[in-house]
């Protein structure tokens, strides 16, 4: 039995994960897009108590506050906006409902994460290393840096590398991500990167989130639950059933 799901947003992403949620056992009741935003409600959720919300920075607060309030679980993909996160805590935690939230949806990034980590870990050791991190997006997208680069700088000095790290953007054409992140020292240099192929990866990721959120309770990081998530095997042996 197909699981009600509400699309809050109706950008590219909004317009992916209603395509690919079919195959992950949703039914899209709803898809708020700006002009009808305003109007969620119990009645125009249409019976969804799950949602996906991809919107922008100067939203995304705003909407989970009116979802939680509904007793709607809700994955946000939407970055740019965790100045606010200690106050949408105390929200979820007060309507005793659920949100998933992360820099980037795609398992593959929050590997990168993990990778960087550990390299930063390594260089931390060696001073005569500097770092460097690096992104390029479509020329449509509202922060920069990303959400996902701000987080691999965190990541860096979290691991304990302590020495020079500048970062840099781009925004041009339809790029759809790129992240670089280098230890350069007078004697090499050390370059990891992740290239996002399709915007595929973050549907799924969140996707698969929305099913896990289901019955939960309390505040998540993606990163946090990736290894609990089903796998995109799993998913890919619904597709064929």
């Known amino acids: 039995m197909s699981t009600p799901l509400a699309i809050v947003g109706c950008g590219k992403m909004g317009h992916l994960v209603e395509q690919l949620a079919p195959k992950y056992g949703f039914d899209v009741r709803a898809f708020f897009t700006r002009s009808n935003i305003d109007s969620i409600s119990r009645e125009s959720l249409q019976g969804a108590a799950l949602a996906i919300?991809?919107?922008?920075p100067a939203a995304a607060p705003q909407n989970l506050r009116r979802l939680a309030a509904l007793g709607v679980n809700t994955v946000c993909g939407t970055t740019g906006w965790y100045d606010e996160l200690p106050q949408i805590r105390q929200t979820i935690a007060g309507a005793h409902t659920?949100?998933?939230?992360g820099a980037n949806f795609s398992v593959g990034v929050n590997r990168f994460l993990e990778i960087v980590a550990r390299a930063s870990a390594l260089f931390a050791q060696h001073p005569?290393?500097?770092a460097w991190g690096w992104e390029i997006h479509h020329s449509a997208k509202k922060d920069a840096p990303s959400g996902t680069l701000k987080k691999l700088a965190q990541e860096i000095r979290a691991a304990g590398f302590g020495g020079s790290l500048t970062?840099?953007?781009?925004?041009?054409?339809a790029h759809i991500g790129t992240h670089e992140i280098g230890f350069d020292s007078p004697a090499d240099t050390i370059t990891l990167r992740h290239t996002a192929r399709s915007r595929e990866g973050f549907a799924r990721g969140a996707l698969q989130s929305a099913h896990w959120i289901v019955g939960k309770k309390g505040v998540f990081e993606f990163r946090d639950i990736l290894a609990e998530l089903r796998t995109p095997a799993a998913a890919g042996a619904r597709e064929a059933s």
């Open 53 to 56: 919300e991809f919107t922008s």
């Open 98 to 101: 659920a949100l998933i939230y």
């Open 128 to 130: 005569e290393y500097e």
């Open 167 to 173: 970062l840099s953007s781009n925004r041009a054409g």
